[in-house]
């Protein structure tokens, strides 16, 4: 049950990312490549906070990795950038869709098994996934779903290496440290979008500190707890949560493609996950 309870905390966080971004982009309160850098060096400054309570900052940098510090960066500043066409729920599809690709193929190569559940489960799920970009759905701009789909192979990548970590409080703190300055390095390459406001930069900090910073390491906890395709296949719960948070917060319809795929995605998990 507390695995269950941590898992579901996890995948309210990447949900609330969603949000949080289409919240600050669609009021052009920040730009994207201002949001991806403001995320990424406050999910740095509190996970660093974190691990000095608990007296770990002296070997905390030895427990990030170049490749899962480089996973995240691309895939925090794909997703900022792809959201500026995108609606909340269609991102958080294509982003979870693509990302339980990635785990799945990565496991599969890795030498997991997945059971004849997890199987049929991904397939009802992608099924649901389908839905959305059938003939009677509206299509999503080409160039935010090819940025989506790259941030879905950076978080794919950063979610399978977690499941090597020891240490997720220290590893994630590393990795957003290693991430931050190229974030940084990105706004002023890429300086695009709207002027900076107080509000805009608050979300961008709600993002970082809390939905990344401390639901990525909540993440990272319980990735060695759970089979790849496990992982990859209750993420995609994930859309679902988003396209409720737009439908309440961003006033975004709510379409008979999403009314018809969204128990087709939540059966899929429930299969892939019995016991």
Do not use: C
């Not at 590893?171 to 390095?185: C, K, Q, R, V």
């Not at 939905?211 to 906890?221: E, F, R, T, V």
């Amino acid at each position: 049950m507390r695995l269950i309870l941590i898992t579901i905390l996890a995948l309210i966080a990447f949900a609330a990312n969603s949000i949080l971004v289409r919240i600050a982009l669609e009021h052009e309160q920040i730009g994207p490549g201002a949001f991806a850098a403001v995320r990424l060096v406050s999910g740095a400054m509190m996970l660093g906070v974190l691990v000095a309570l608990r007296g770990g900052v002296r070997g905390m940098i030895g427990h990030g990795s170049a490749y899962s510090a480089t996973a995240l960066f691309v895939y925090a500043v794909a997703f900022s950038f792809a959201y500026v066409t995108l609606d909340t729920g269609t991102g958080a599809l294509i982003l979870f869709g693509g990302v339980q690709v990635t785990m799945f193929f990565g496991a599969v190569v890795m030498g997991e098994r997945p059971s004849r559940a997890r199987w049929i489960g991904a397939l009802v799920g992608l099924s649901g996934l389908a839905i959305m970009f059938g003939p009677t759905a509206g299509k999503p701009d080409l160039l935010g779903a090819l940025l989506m789909s790259i941030s879905a192979l950076g978080w794919g990548v950063y979610s399978l290496l977690g499941r090597r970590v020891s240490v997720p409080l220290e590893a994630t703190a590393a990795n957003f440290l290693i991430a931050a300055p190229f974030g940084l390095l990105v706004w002023w390459l890429f300086p695009v979008g709207a002027e900076i406001s107080r509000s805009g930069v608050l979300l961008a900090v709600a993002s970082g500190a809390l939905a990344s910073g401390i639901g990525y390491a909540i993440w990272y906890s319980v990735l060695p707890q759970l089979k790849s395709t496990t992982a990859a296949i209750v993420q995609l719960s994930v859309p679902v949560i988003a396209l409720g948070g737009g439908v309440i917060l961003l006033g975004e319809a709510l379409t008979w493609a999403f009314a018809l795929s969204a128990p087709l995605i939540i059966l899929g998990v429930l299969i892939a996950i019995r016991r």
